[in-house]
């Protein structure tokens, strides 16, 4: 009897244990659920508010009547609107970029007034797309605080801000290519199951559309090409046996997109082939004497904060052993050299640096292990210091962004500003909306509502140089009937190697405004 009491007592004793237990390991769970639902709640809150920013600095000031660029801006959109007038792109209007630029931005354009606004509008909404995708590369390299950084860097980056609000091929290119990065790297991550195969097709098909928005984003396939072939070789190994359908069905998506993006200009391949290729490489030959100061222009853009924080990050990242910063590193030394060899090179085409440096940055952060050991010291230490100089880099690129905001105000009011907004209303008093304008000031022309001949939009230097655009073209272009007017502002379609159109205006046509400097408006 006294066995089975203390036996009885023991069991009573454990069941008790069991039961404290149980219930303590409940509340721990309880603890740990509510706390990463807070954790969430705040990730949500913080992502929520870094997007509206994101859209609000892409909106601010966004319809001033200026040519950000200073010339291309009223190229693109007298592109758009021979376009909206059913002109086709490489036929009757001349085009030196890749299709899908214009084709990003046009159904926006179209469907939004067609005004400066509406064309900018386009550009800022696809260059949203960046966001999103600085999101999904942060989140894969560096988890949510990753995908936090990423995020801000890319939204403060002065660079990109700027051209996320001119109407340039850089943007969407740039988005393009930086969400293609972020959806393989995910696909790096997870590349088995539907998961894979989304991420693999979003990957493909940004990638392609990047390429065809601007052919400088054909750096983005090394590091998209080195993730395949690692997840090959993981294959091999026998660690994923699992992902060959996504990764089929990748390379598919981007040979099929980039053939629907061929195929409607196959009456016009040539004509395509020789805007879009030998344009610039006629160019590059001619202009190479300029190639020297690119290296200058590289060296101001290497030496900022952000270029700071991507060495560091690369650093810690291969302090950790963390061999996923080749691809970002490899991406980063091919745009380096292409834009290099890029001649002429313009400060517009340095934003393609933007996307590998904020990868850099980022992969900078690292997990904390809680050993005391020396590596896992450093390791917390490089992460600290990463996430310190990202921090520093946002703040001091918002500054900057502040002052470009100024600066786009302050040229706003200056006066030679209000001098064009002048000369459009004096275009708009001697013509009439369906008549057409020559002019090497294209912004201008847009502004007065007024359009020019299609195979006009361009009149760059760089078309005159290398012999694209003559003089005869430029006299045969004024005497189709629909053309009642002659502008010339920037000095373009002054240049010597097309001296006689000038000549050949003053005999036929009449002048009616004089701007100085050789800015004249002269109508028939």
């Not at 979003?202 to 590091?223: D, G, M, R, Y």
């Not at 933007?354 to 904390?368: E, K, M, Q």
């Not at 053309?483 to 050949?504: D, E, M, P």
Request: glycine content about 6%.
């Amino acid at each position: 009897m006294c066995i089975s009491f203390k036996l009885v007592k023991e069991i009573i004793h454990m069941a008790a244990n069991t039961i404290v237990h149980n219930n303590t390991k409940r509340e721990n769970e309880t603890t740990v659920r509510r706390f990463l639902g807070w954790q969430t709640a705040l990730f949500c809150l913080v992502l929520l508010a870094l997007l509206l920013l994101g859209i609000l600095m892409r909106l601010h000031d966004l319809g001033l009547p200026f040519d950000r660029d200073s010339y291309d801006e009223g190229v693109y959109w007298q592109s758009l609107r021979a376009m909206s007038a059913g002109h086709a792109l490489y036929q009757s209007i001349f085009y030196s970029q890749p299709p899908f630029f214009m084709f990003s931005i046009f159904p926006t354009y179209l469907f939004s007034g067609q005004s400066l606004w509406a064309a900018r509008l386009g550009i800022a909404l696809v260059s949203m797309l960046g966001l999103l995708g600085a999101f999904l590369l942060g989140k894969a390299l560096s988890g949510r605080v990753g995908a936090i950084a990423a995020l801000l860097l890319i939204i403060v980056d002065p660079l990109y801000l700027a051209q996320s609000q001119t109407i340039q091929a850089e943007a969407p290119s740039t988005a393009l290519s930086l969400l293609a990065i972020g959806a393989a790297y995910l696909w790096w991550e997870h590349p088995e199951g539907v998961a894979g195969i989304c991420y693999a097709i979003v990957a493909a098909l940004t990638l392609s559309l990047s390429i065809f928005c601007k052919l400088l984003a054909v750096s983005t396939l090394v590091p998209i090409g080195l993730l395949m072939l690692a997840h090959i070789w993981r294959m091999r190994s026998g660690k994923h046996i699992m992902g060959l359908d996504a990764l089929l069905l990748g390379i598919s998506v981007f040979l099929a997109c980039s053939a629907l993006l061929i195929v409607p200009f196959m009456n016009s391949l040539p004509q395509a082939w020789q805007g879009v290729v030998t344009f610039h490489t006629t160019a590059g030959s001619i202009l190479k004497s300029s190639q020297p100061s690119n290296a200058k222009q590289l060296e101001h853009l290497l030496i900022t904060l952000t270029s700071c924080a991507a060495l560091f990050g690369t650093l810690a990242a291969l302090l950790r052993r963390d061999w996923r910063v080749v691809p970002l590193l490899a991406w980063f030394l091919v745009t380096v050299y292409l834009l290099w060899q890029q001649t002429p090179l313009f400060p517009h085409h340095l934003v393609a640096l933007t996307p590998p440096l904020v990868g850099l940055a980022v992969i900078g952060i690292g997990p904390l292990p809680l050993s005391k050991q020396r590596p896992a010291v450093l390791i917390n230490i490089a992460t600290g210091i990463s996430l310190l100089l990202i921090l520093v880099t946002a703040v001091l690129n918002g500054q900057a962004d502040q002052h470009y905001y100024y600066a786009m105000r302050q040229q706003n009011a200056a006066g030679a500003t209000q001098q064009q907004l002048q000369v459009a209303k004096d275009l708009q008093s001697v013509t009439r909306p369906d008549q057409l304008v020559v002019t090497d000031a294209q912004f201008l022309a847009a502004l007065a509502n007024r359009s020019t001949p299609a195979p006009l939009v361009d009149t760059s230097l760089v078309r005159i140089q290398t012999g694209y655009l003559t003089a005869q073209q430029l006299i045969q272009q004024v005497q189709q009937p629909e053309v009642h007017a002659v502008l010339f502002y920037t000095g373009r379609i002054n240049a010597s190697n097309v001296s006689a159109f000038r000549q050949w205006v003053t005999h036929h046509l009449h002048r009616v405004h004089s701007y100085g400097n050789g800015k004249e408006l002269w109508i028939k």
